[in-house]
């Protein structure tokens, strides 16, 4: 059962306007952290910000931000005032449980494609 | 710079060749991780190692073995290429902080023919 799912393959979006991918999870383990990373044509992996699912606030970096919705299983990421820099690939990952002997292992989504216009 | 150094960038391999991809990490993380990102998709899980002699399977680990006998080397071998190995390959290393980001290297791509 595929255990991270990113529904929209591409996006178009505007420059200087905000943006969410979406991602939704499934995990029956109470200890669980979420992540997002872009992927630039150049190909390296960047991380972008973390949510672990015992935080009270949604996380926030820069012009990044994650709207955790535990209930629904969602953790999408939102970028504001979008740049042509943000023009990648995003993905959506979960680690858990998060034991040492569990090795914190990453399962990813398929990744979302974003395209800024000017 | 600190960070994880995977070499080589390109490989072209023959089918049934075996090479090992490289990959070393300066940080004195304990987790480091191997992921293989084909075409249009995310990345999926091969081996990792959550310490030195400590090395356990991913999703997809047939054709490959790895060993950790130092915390800063994870490499991982390829025993003999088979077209479907053709992919892009991430190294990852991890500190035990459970909301520390993973330090990918830069990748290396390979295409077995």
């Known amino acids: 059962a595929q255990k991270i799912t990113q529904t929209q393959p591409g996006m178009f979006v505007q420059e200087k306007e905000a943006v969410t991918l979406d991602c939704t999870y499934d995990?029956?383990?109470?200890?669980?952290?979420l992540f997002w990373y872009k992927q630039p044509s150049s190909g390296e992996m960047i991380f972008l910000i973390y949510?672990?699912?015992?935080?009270?606030q949604n996380a926030t970096e820069g012009r990044y931000s994650l709207n955790f919705q535990k209930a629904r299983k969602s953790a999408n990421l939102v970028i504001s005032a979008s740049q042509l820099g943000d023009s990648a690939m995003y993905f959506c990952?979960?680690?858990?449980?998060?034991?040492?002997?569990?090795?914190?292992?990453?399962?990813f989504g398929g990744g979302t494609r974003v395209l800024v216009k000017p | 710079n600190a960070g994880v150094t995977q070499t080589p960038k390109f490989q072209v391999l023959k089918t049934g060749q075996s090479m090992t991809l490289q990959c070393a990490q300066d940080?004195?993380?304990?987790?480091m991780s191997w992921y293989r990102q084909d075409p249009g998709m995310g990345l999926r899980l091969i081996h990792y190692?959550?310490?030195?002699?400590?090395?356990d399977q991913g999703e997809v680990p047939n054709g490959y073995n790895v060993s950790r006998s130092t915390t800063e080397d994870f490499p991982l071998r390829l025993l003999s290429a088979a077209p479907s190995q053709t992919s892009v390959y991430f190294c990852?290393?991890?500190?035990?902080?459970?909301?520390?980001?993973?330090?990918f290297g830069s990748g290396t791509r390979l295409t077995v023919v």
């Open positions: 940080m004195n993380h304990e987790y």
């Open positions: 990952a979960m680690r858990e449980p998060l034991i040492k002997a569990a090795g914190n292992k990453l399962t």
């Open positions: 190692s959550v310490g030195a002699g400590i090395t």
């Open positions: 990852a290393s991890s500190s035990e902080s459970p909301n520390y980001g993973y330090t």
């Open positions: 949510q672990g699912s015992y935080d009270q």
């Open positions: 995990t029956s383990d109470p200890s669980y952290g």
